[in-house]
């Protein structure tokens, strides 16, 4: 690893910086945003796709309607997140991306958890989750902490 030394402090690796964690909770809540716009947008093909496939099979098709949103957001999940970027597309026009702690690159079985983890807390914890990012390191939310990885600026 190199080692450097930024204002006294020493750097061991880009994680250890804190100017990488600088305005990341903001730039978090916005990327979500974007993402969710996009699988909206997203949705609009394969739910036409659905209709038809519906009409083929005699309205039996149509019980794809539930699975729908799910089933896309974890494929946009999948392909963006567990990819070479590590970064959602929102996430990358907000300038971060995830991060494992081990130093290993995030793939996409890692993507979905993350994702399942975010919604499954969600679910228990509305929106008290994002008060985790207020006393933890890092600004670390709880599915964060249990997978070991962080989110940070890109630019940093």
């Not at 392909?79 to 991306?97: E, F, H, K, S, V």
């Not at 008290?128 to 962080?150: M, W």
Request: proline letters at 3%; aromatic letters at 8%.
């Amino acid at each position: 690893m190199s080692t450097r030394v930024l204002d006294g402090e020493i750097i061991t690796t880009r994680l250890d910086d804190v100017r990488a964690y600088d305005g990341v909770l903001t730039r978090r809540i916005v990327a979500f945003c974007i993402d969710y716009l996009i699988i909206g947008l997203l949705m609009i093909p394969f739910a036409i796709l659905v209709f038809f496939l519906g009409i083929i099979t005699l309205g039996l098709g149509w019980g794809l309607f539930g699975v729908l949103f799910p089933m896309v957001a974890l494929i946009y999940v999948w392909n963006t997140l567990g990819g070479r970027n590590q970064a959602t597309a929102g996430m990358r026009m907000m300038g971060i991306r995830l991060d494992r702690l081990d130093g290993k690159p995030v793939d996409g079985m890692l993507a979905i958890v993350h994702t399942v983890l975010f919604w499954a807390g969600n679910v228990v914890l509305t929106p008290l989750i994002l008060l985790a990012t207020l006393f933890t390191d890092r600004k670390r939310t709880l599915h964060d902490l249990l997978l070991g990885t962080v989110v940070t600026r890109d630019d940093r």
